[in-house]
């Protein structure tokens, strides 16, 4: 009994390796290269991306960049290329920065946390931006860089009322990131603009990122859906109504889903989802937000939700071929997944142990082969004397 327990325990373990090996080949990610059927992925303009600083904030990150002199008392090092022009003068730049004092190594302010880029016009910026200013005025889109900046372009001889952390005549230490800039000539903010500007400004970026996806550059394109998603912000939505509503959500859902037909080419599959989570939030039957979200799930491997988005689109549109091929991708990966587990399973405790033969007591043996040569030799006995 022993031998048999120990052999199925063998057994099983190997047998349980070897499905850890196959369930990690199972579903293997669908392709999304090329463009998107005509009916699927049109491109449009989206939601503002949320970069992330590179290091934690401990400190102002390590840069071993050569170090550039800006001005006298601003220096920048470049932590990450961007891409495209400089900004000039009133431009509207979208930027996100973490702030230290150079002293102190405190961090007074990062905006990556409050998820929003700020926004400045370059030569009507804050005096304590004066130096942050100069910096941005270097960038590119997209670019990372990490600014030293004297304190007579910061808060100046008296320090800082709204960051009690910051001293008199501190230097300070930004990273900042570009994340976009619009080059308004009256160099507006957006709260300075009328409706149907901010609307306007919105649009033009969202058909610059059109034509930047047309041609393949997925991470500008982006940013050009970014910048037009900070003009549509929360708190300008709320105050609409009417077809200001509609005109307003006309441009900012088309950003969001063109936002994530660039990430599910990038495979940054759960950007995407979120994505397209928002236009859903809004809009629940909107066909676009729902295939592409069902292909972002599919990717990684979430199954039931994909075939779930898929569904719901397929009840919009009954006879459109790419939502049925991709739930016949669905089923046929499910079959693909069932097929493996039925054969770990049929075998997973390995082939069941022989039964080994009864041994014999041949003393019982001899004493019935005895008796029944005994019984013969008394029954012919008994025949002969008949």
């Not at 969202?206 to 549509?232: C, R």
Request: aromatic share 8%.
């Amino acid at each position: 009994m022993e031998d048999v327990q120990e052999h199925q325990s063998q057994s099983l373990g190997s047998s349980l390796m070897k499905l850890k090996e196959i369930f990690k080949e199972l579903t293997p990610p669908l392709s999304f290269t090329g463009q998107d059927d005509e009916n699927e992925i049109i491109p449009e303009n989206a939601s503002f991306v949320r970069g992330e600083p590179l290091q934690d904030a401990n400190g102002p990150p390590k840069v071993d960049s050569e170090v550039e002199v800006l001005q006298e008392k601003v220096t920048k090092q470049v932590i990450k290329e961007g891409h495209g022009p400089k900004p000039s003068k009133y431009s509207t730049c979208f930027l996100h920065y973490r702030a230290w004092t150079e002293s102190t190594q405190h961090k007074f302010e990062d905006t990556w946390q409050e998820q929003q880029p700020i926004e400045m016009v370059l030569g009507k910026e804050k005096k304590e931006m004066t130096g942050l200013a100069i910096g941005v005025c270097s960038m590119k889109s997209s670019e990372r860089a990490l600014l030293h900046v004297g304190w007579e372009l910061g808060y100046g001889e008296e320090g800082s009322f709204s960051f009690p952390n910051v001293p008199p005549k501190a230097d300070l230490i930004y990273e900042v990131e570009l994340v976009g800039f619009d080059e308004t000539k009256e160099g507006k903010t957006r709260g300075d603009m009328t409706v149907e500007e901010r609307i306007g400004a919105a649009d033009r970026r969202k058909m610059d990122g059109n034509a930047l996806f047309k041609e393949e550059k997925l991470e500008e394109a982006m940013q050009q859906y970014a910048m037009a998603i900070t003009y549509m912000g929360d708190d300008f939505m709320f105050q609409l109504f009417g077809k200001y509503h509609d005109m307003a959500m006309a441009v900012k859902n088309p950003c969001h889903l063109n936002m994530a037909a660039c990430l599910i080419k990038l495979k940054r599959y759960e950007e995407a989802i979120g994505q397209c989570t928002i236009v859903l939030a809004e809009d629940e039957n909107n066909l676009k937000a729902l295939f592409r979200r069902g292909k972002a799930r599919a990717e990684l491997g979430q199954t039931d939700a994909a075939r779930e988005d898929f569904l719901k689109a397929r009840k919009l549109v009954p006879e459109d071929k790419a939502i049925a091929r991709e739930l016949h991708l669905l089923a046929e990966q499910d079959k693909a997944v069932y097929q493996k587990q039925k054969e770990i399973y049929k075998g997973i405790f390995g082939p069941p142990p022989l039964a080994k033969p009864k041994q014999s007591n041949w003393l019982i043996l001899f004493w019935q082969w005895l008796l029944s040569l005994f019984y013969r030799l008394s029954r012919r006995q008994r025949q002969k004397s008949d």
